[in-house]
Antibody
């Protein structure tokens, strides 16, 4: 079964760092880009950026550039999204999704990781 | 603010056919395919319909997509109570060099 499994719920304080993960299985991870999507409480979906697992090339949405870092470990088919200094406004659900060829659709989604940032 | 525009809400009664709209521009829907995602309460989004009205395995043919110029539509026929969810359109944007999502439409089954 093709799936993306994300790491669990996180509760952090402002200024702390964090890395969440997204592990792919059931397919060759280097053949598909991974996209990250933010969903703030009660709001819609926002594209954050994407990473090519074959060479770790990334491109970020201007809205998130400089605030998050995406990476990938080919040896364990796992993508990461990290923050060096969290803000309260980072409180949200974060999803990873697999991007098909030609960026036509996001066909497989992780279950989401809830991140709460509060003092 | 989303660049793909969707109505915030739509409602229908069981058995009815409803249509959800998604409006974009020449840098996204006008040149790239549109995909639709269903998000049931408390769950992750799920791919529902994608380019050329294709559906992943398991998605009933009650769901169908269409495009015209810089707009797209998702039609749901034979509306069922379990269709109550948020629906998002998405398309690759050549100017952004990334994905754009619509703001989402909340479908209520009365």
């Amino acid at each position: 079964e093709v799936q993306l499994v994300q790491s669990g719920t996180e509760v952090k304080k402002p200024g702390e760092s964090l890395r969440i993960s997204c592990k792919g299985s059931g397919y060759s991870s280097t053949n598909y880009w991974i996209t990250w999507v933010r969903q703030m409480p009660g709001k819609g979906l926002e594209w954050m950026g994407r990473i090519d697992p074959s060479d770790s090339y990334t491109n970020y949405s201007p809205s998130f550039q400089g605030h998050v870092t995406m990476s990938h470990d080919r040896s364990i088919s796992t993508a990461y999204l990290q923050w060096s200094s969290l803000k309260a406004s980072d409180t949200a659900m974060y999803y990873c999704a697999r991007e098909t060829d030609n960026s036509d659709e996001l066909d497989i989604w992780g279950q989401g990781t809830m991140v709460t940032v509060s003092s | 603010q989303s660049v793909l525009t969707q109505p915030p809400s739509v409602s229908g009664t069981p058995g009815q056919r409803v249509t959800l709209s998604c409006s974009g521009s020449s840098s996204n829907i006008g040149i790239n395919g549109v995909s639709w995602y269903q998000q049931l309460p408390g769950t992750a989004p799920k791919l529902l319909v994608y380019i050329n009205n294709k559906r992943p395995s398991g998605v009933p043919d009650r769901f169908s997509g269409s495009e015209s110029g810089t707009s797209a539509s998702l039609a749901i026929s034979g509306l069922q109570s379990e269709d109550e969810a948020n629906y998002y359109c998405a398309a690759w944007d050549d100017t952004l060099d990334g994905w754009l999502f619509g703001g989402g439409t909340k479908l209520t089954v009365l």
